[in-house]
């Protein structure tokens, strides 16, 4: 590993769960960072299957060294525990008693830059309370956080950061930032991550600053306001880096974003675990009190679709021109996407044959309603989930 640059004062933390077949190239990605973290700080939140030794066994091979004591078995692999100060895990189980697990340090290194390497085990663990815990186990000012099925574009650190530290920011006034999110870019690998990424994710031209809410897969902030405002929410199991944001800014915090600090996602793989991760973000709409709006409009548009579709079929189908601005308004950005998605060549090599092109586009236009009413399907069934079981946390 070439020597890079130390970034004082900043901690990169991550959680993973069952990412083995994409955490090498995230490491990747984070170890080739034109600048470095001081510390990498790690929770794997009870994998069972190779994440974690894949993580060890790439730290160790890159570090040429190692502090592993006290041997531990996790799934049947062998790998040390380290003593450290303890931080209890919050768990309920369905009878809501409490139960307390300590995190083990299963393993840590210093990479030949400097930079400090902490690998955290904490089984039955909620992402929320897996970044809380790789926190409350960093030491530095401002922490950085992604997520294992990631890459990080080279200058990702630099540009996540760049808001509070560099001097052409410190020459104005108006830069006393807290938080500074950046923007995901989708890794497209098949037809479905394409559409897919027309259906759900904006252009930079689309996002206003003002109402700009990160995902905590690319989003940096200064310690302080992670402590003010209670840290992630760890009753929440999905959407807890939104209540974050809503959190941050009741409380009066700026969040800054920075379309120049790049992420790329990988997206999912079926449409069984699209629909399941549009459920769980509703649920957690729900239980967290967010986008109350959205979810009314989204049930509203729903509802008269499906009056109009009635009306075309017993009185006449002219009723189904009414569908004809409904339509408009529900698939305009996504159609607008076609050509920035599928030209972009820095989501991937999806389309491989310029050939393919057109028959993709054409595609694209017939698909994506389609898509778009699925995962509409899916945010309506978790949101009314989310409302019926949300005194359940």
């Not at 808001?163 to 870019?185: A, M, S």
């Not at 992630?232 to 999905?238: F, G, I, N, W």
């Not at 393919?356 to 009413?373: A, D, G, Q």
Request: aromatic share 18%; hydrophobic share 40%.
């Amino acid at each position: 590993m070439e020597k890079a640059k130390i970034l004082k004062d900043v901690s990169f933390i991550t959680t993973v769960f069952n990412e083995e077949k994409s955490v090498l190239l995230f490491l990747e990605s984070l170890v080739s960072q034109t600048l470095m973290p001081e510390e990498i700080v790690i929770v794997d939140g009870g994998s069972d299957d190779n994440t974690l030794n894949l993580i060890i066994e790439y730290f160790s091979k890159i570090s040429g060294s190692s502090s592993l004591k006290k041997k531990i078995s996790i799934n049947g692999i062998v790998y040390y525990e380290k003593e450290v100060p303890f931080h209890g895990i919050y768990n309920s189980d369905k009878s809501h008693t409490a139960s307390y697990i300590p995190e083990k340090l299963v393993f840590e290194t210093f990479l030949a830059c400097g930079t400090d390497v902490k690998i955290f085990y904490a089984p039955f663990t909620k992402i929320s309370q897996g970044r809380n815990i790789a926190i409350k186990n960093s030491t530095a000012k401002f922490i950085c956080v992604s997520d294992g099925g990631c890459r990080l574009k080279p200058n990702w650190l630099y540009e996540i950061t760049k808001y509070y530290f560099f001097d052409f920011i410190k020459k104005t006034d108006e830069y006393d930032l807290d938080v500074t999110g950046g923007y995901n870019l989708p890794y497209i690998k098949k037809f479905l991550h394409a559409v897919l990424s027309m259906c759900i994710l904006p252009k930079k031209s689309e996002i206003d600053k003002r109402k700009f809410m990160p995902s905590s897969r690319n989003i940096s902030f200064k310690r302080k306001v992670w402590e003010a405002v209670g840290e992630y929410p760890e009753y929440m199991d999905y959407g807890e880096d939104m209540k974050f944001n809503f959190n941050l800014k009741n409380a009066g915090y700026k969040i800054e974003f920075n379309p120049d600090a790049h992420i790329y996602w990988n997206l999912r793989d079926n449409l069984n675990s699209v629909f399941k991760q549009f459920f769980r973000y509703s649920k957690g709409d729900a239980i967290g009190r967010m986008y109350s709006y959205r979810h009314i409009i989204r049930f509203f548009s729903f509802f008269v679709f499906l009056i109009i579709v009635s009306a075309s079929a017993v009185l006449s189908p002219w009723y189904l021109l009414l569908l004809v601005p409904l339509f408009i308004f529900y698939s305009y950005r996504p159609y607008s996407r076609i050509n920035y998605i599928l030209n972009n060549q820095q989501m991937g090599e999806f389309v491989k044959n310029k050939k393919n092109l057109n028959v993709y586009k054409v595609l694209s236009i017939f698909s994506i309603p389609l898509l778009l009413l699925y995962i509409d399907a899916a945010k309506l069934s978790g949101y009314f989930y989310g409302l019926a079981f949300w005194k359940k946390y």
